[in-house]
């Protein structure tokens, strides 16, 4: 069985993060969200990986990840390029799956046995959650025990079951494709898709759920799902060095990495070649490779590789690659793009 996971996109509700990069490989605990997903799907036995390329930087996916060696997985490169709908996405891979396989969305977090998709029965099997807000999401009808209907971001409230953005499907699923007509958004719905073989008499598996999964489409997703893998996944492991300093709870310093006269406070992630100088790191915070944090207070945040800060206090912010934040006495908010500077 071969795994999919869909890179494409162009994250424009994480801006202006991704006017860079793709949103997947934003890291959350300390790794790209799609190098998660990657993991989990190794973990379940799978070794044969196909990733869907876009049009936002799509070699850096590449020169990320290579040929999957270094993470256990032999992976295949696919080119979607425009966004046309995750359905034009699934129907790239056609010349490069077998019978059976599994599609990830790279930007979700779905804690899942993913094992369990290698013995589904029908023609299509969806994971369902429950959800406040159905409009943000493609949602399914059950009736009788059975999926009746499928409908992508509906105006009204028709279910509280989202799917979760991962899939198990057959072949039957590109002749469906190939019949469809893009929608209101101008996409290939993969919603449509699955209805459409519901439509022909086809069996869809479905299974709902429970407890925590995000789609990390948002700046308060990322952050959601950087406190949760810290929360579940963070250890006390110190490789690095600790000078005069107080290390509390689980938190993960990388090698090379200096803390000197500084508190930090678990769950927190420190990553390779980053000094944490004068400060207070809180809880909930993941701080990328080869940073630099001087005279600060950070919490609840996510700071990404190459960051300098310097007497600044932070929550509840998004900080991108090699950007640089200065002065500042109270407690700030900031979502900063890659190289950016800000003097407060």
Do not use: C
Request: avoid cysteine.
């Amino acid at each position: 069985m071969e795994a999919v996971i869909l890179h494409g996109g162009q994250g424009t509700r994480l801006r202006p993060l991704t006017h860079t990069g793709p949103k997947q490989l934003i890291k959350v605990a300390g790794k790209p969200v799609s190098q998660w997903v990657l993991e989990q799907i190794r973990d379940a036995g799978i070794r044969d990986v196909i990733i869907v390329l876009g049009d936002n930087a799509p070699t850096r996916v590449v020169e990320y990840y290579g040929d999957g060696s270094k993470f256990g997985v032999r992976i295949t490169y696919v080119y979607q390029g425009k966004a046309r709908g995750l359905a034009d996405a699934v129907y790239k891979v056609k010349d490069v799956v077998s019978d059976k396989f599994l599609v990830y969305l790279g930007d979700n977090l779905v804690p899942y046995d993913l094992s369990k998709f290698s013995s589904f029965k029908g023609s299509a099997s969806i994971l369902l959650a429950k959800v406040n807000n159905p409009n943000r999401f493609g949602v399914a009808v059950i009736k009788d025990g059975r999926v009746v209907k499928l409908i992508e971001k509906p105006k009204e409230q028709i279910s509280d079951l989202a799917l979760v953005g991962v899939y198990g499907f057959t072949r039957e699923i590109f002749d469906v494709i190939e019949s469809l007509k893009p929608s209101w958004r101008g996409e290939l719905e993969i919603t449509d898709a699955i209805q459409g073989l519901i439509d022909r008499g086809r069996e869809v598996n479905y299974e709902i759920i429970q407890g925590w999964w995000k789609d990390t489409g948002t700046p308060k997703d990322i952050l959601e799902a950087n406190a949760f893998l810290l929360d579940r996944y963070a250890e006390s492991r110190i490789e690095g060095v600790v000078d005069n300093s107080t290390v509390d709870g689980k938190v993960i310093i990388e090698k090379g990495a200096v803390i000197k006269n500084s508190v930090v406070r678990g769950p927190t992630y420190i990553g390779r070649d980053t000094k944490i100088i004068n400060s207070y790191i809180g809880p909930f915070t993941s701080i990328g490779d080869q940073s630099e944090i001087t005279d600060s207070e950070i919490e609840y945040s996510v700071i990404l590789d190459g960051v300098k800060i310097r007497g600044v206090t932070l929550m509840d912010s998004l900080i991108g690659n090699n950007s640089t934040v200065e002065k500042g006495g109270r407690w700030q908010k900031l979502i900063i793009g890659e190289n950016s500077s800000v003097i407060l």
